[in-house]
């Protein structure tokens, strides 16, 4: 087995691609019409899947197998509220920087500040979440400043 891609099913195809755009400094890689945008970087693959795009396209979709509605019904799918069981974890040198950089963005009214936590050795991160609920967290280098998490 091989890792292809994460992919996330959206509820807003443009508003996602933007706040990835944004998030992630790049333009998106490619797109397959409105219904499939993806992400390359550092041999990785995320992608934006539009989960309006085949009911409201009935006529650019060919399905052959099995329909389970578990799976394969998407815009209920994009709909259905996020259970937040899913993290899309990003790295960089510099937290702090990251920090102050994603929340000039404006894409999200949701990040933490930089929190702390200390399992076997110390971690630093930030979270946000996407426009569709899905959690991000930001780890990377962080050198707290005198008396921070004390």
Do not use: C
């Amino acid at each position: 087995m091989h890792f292809g891609s994460i992919y996330l099913v959206v509820n807003d195809f443009e508003k996602s691609l933007a706040f990835y755009e944004k998030l992630l400094e790049m333009p998106v890689t490619g797109r397959n019409m409105d219904r499939f945008a993806w992400f390359d970087f550092e041999g990785h693959t995320i992608a934006i899947m539009n989960g309006h795009y085949d009911a409201d396209h009935p006529d650019n979709v060919v399905r052959k197998g099995e329909y389970t509605e578990e799976f394969d019904d998407l815009k209920k799918i994009a709909l259905a509220p996020n259970t937040r069981k899913f993290v899309l974890n990003l790295w960089t040198e510099d937290l702090r920087k990251e920090h102050e950089r994603v929340k000039g963005l404006n894409i999200s009214d949701k990040v933490t500040g930089i929190k702390y936590v200390f399992n076997v050795s110390p971690y630093y991160y930030f979270q946000l979440t996407d426009p569709d609920g899905n959690v991000i967290e930001v780890t990377g280098g962080y050198a707290p400043e005198e008396g921070e998490f004390e």
